[in-house]
C-alpha cells in the first residue's frame, strides 16, 4: 500500500509540469490513471462464500420453502471445488491459485462447509468453512469461475490415504470408490418428516488412477458467475451466494401432501432429481456442464 501511494504522489505532482492550457484536460487523465492503479493495485487473496436461503442469511434451524407446500431445514450443506479462476470484463480469466492449509485445501482442491452441527445441522461436522483462499494477480475483476467436485485425478484416492481435504470420511462415496463432490441433505417438517439427500460424484466410472479415467456422468459443472453490467468484483464487497431455495424450490418432499423422500444420489436418470442437478448447472443426461444455473449468485 506504501509503494501505491508513493506512486499515486509522484503521478499528482507531475501535473504540475503541465501548462495551464492543457491542465484540465491532463487533470481527468490523471485521475482515470490514479483508480486504475488503485483497482489494480491489490491481489486477490480470499474468495467467501455465503448460503442463504432466498435473501437470508442461512441457519440450521431455518424454516425452507419446498414446492407442494413443503417446509424443511438443512441437515447438511458441503462441497468441494477445484479450478479457481477470477473473470475480467472480456472474458478472459485469470487463475486463483489454491493455496495449502492441511484442513480445507490442498492446493489443487478446497472443500467448503457450512453447516456446524447445531440445530437440525445433526450429519455434518462442528466445524465450517467458506472461504477460497490462494492467491491472483491484481487485476480488474467481474466475477469468478470454479468448478464444484474434485478433479477426476484425484477422485480415485482412497480416503484413508488422501490428505486434508480429501480425507473428510463424510465426503467419501465407497460405493463409486470416490467421493460426494456436493452433498445437501434436508428434513421435511410436515407430517412425519421424511429425511432427503442429494449427493453429486462421478457415476460410471472407468480407468485407475490418474488422468485416464472417465465417466458416463462426470457430474463436474463449470460455474461461471459476473456482476450485473460488468461491475467490478469485490471480494470484500460481493461475496459468492449459494441459494438453497433455488435447489429444493421443485421438490416436494412433504409425504402429507403427495410428495416423497429424495434419493438422489448422482441421480441422474431419477427424474424427480432433474431439476436440482439442473439447478447447479448439471445436464442430468450426460453429467455435463449446463449453459445456465440457478443456484449461485454474485452479491451486487
Not at 458441503?78 to 490442498?106: C, E, M, P, Y
Not at 490428505?163 to 467421493?179: H, K, Q, V
Not at 462426470?218 to 431455495?245: D, F, G, H, K, L
Request: proline share 2%.
Amino acid at each position: 500500500m506504501n509503494k501505491l501511494i508513493y506512486l499515486l504522489i509522484l503521478i499528482l505532482i507531475s501535473a504540475s509540469a503541465f501548462s495551464c492550457q492543457t491542465e484540465k484536460s491532463n487533470d481527468n487523465d490523471l485521475g482515470l490513471v490514479a483508480l486504475a492503479v488503485i483497482a489494480n493495485g491489490s491481489a486477490v487473496t480470499s474468495i467467501p462464500f455465503e448460503l442463504v436461503s432466498g435473501t437470508d442469511a442461512f441457519s440450521c434451524n431455518q424454516a425452507i420453502s419446498g414446492s407442494g407446500s413443503t417446509q424443511l431445514q438443512l441437515r447438511d450443506a458441503r462441497f468441494f471445488v477445484h479450478d479457481v479462476k477470477l473473470v475480467k470484463a472480456d472474458g478472459s480469466t485469470t487463475d486463483f491459485i489454491l493455496s495449502t492449509d492441511d484442513t480445507w485445501q490442498n492446493g489443487t482442491v478446497a472443500l467448503l462447509d457450512f453447516e456446524n452441527r447445531t440445530g437440525q445441522c445433526t450429519v455434518g461436522t462442528t466445524d465450517t468453512n467458506k472461504t477460497l483462499r490462494g492467491y491472483a494477480a491484481p487485476g480488474l475483476y467481474v466475477g469468478v469461475e470454479f468448478k464444484v467436485g474434485v478433479p477426476t485425478a484425484q477422485n480415485k484416492l482412497l480416503n484413508t490415504t488422501g490428505g486434508a481435504p480429501l480425507n473428510t470420511t463424510g465426503m467419501y462415496w465407497s460405493w463409486t470408490t470416490g467421493y460426494k463432490f456436493m452433498k445437501f441433505e434436508w428434513r421435511a417438517l410436515e407430517g412425519a418428516g421424511s429425511t432427503n439427500q442429494f449427493h453429486t460424484g462421478g457415476v460410471s466410472c472407468t480407468g485407475g488412477n490418474g488422468n485416464d479415467i472417465t465417466c458416463a456422468y462426470p457430474n463436474i459443472p463449470t460455474v461461471r458467475i459476473t456482476r450485473s453490467n460488468n461491475a467490478i468484483w469485490s471480494a470484500t464487497e460481493n461475496p459468492i451466494y449459494i441459494n438453497i431455495q433455488e435447489l429444493v424450490k421443485n421438490t416436494n418432499s412433504n409425504l402429507s401432501n403427495g410428495g416423497a423422500s429424495y434419493t438422489c444420489m448422482a441421480g441422474n436418470t431419477t427424474a424427480s432429481c432433474k431439476s436440482i442437478l439442473n439447478s447447479i448447472g448439471i445436464n442430468e443426461t450426460d453429467g455435463k456442464t449446463l449453459s445456465t444455473q440457478s443456484a449461485f449468485s454474485i452479491k451486487n
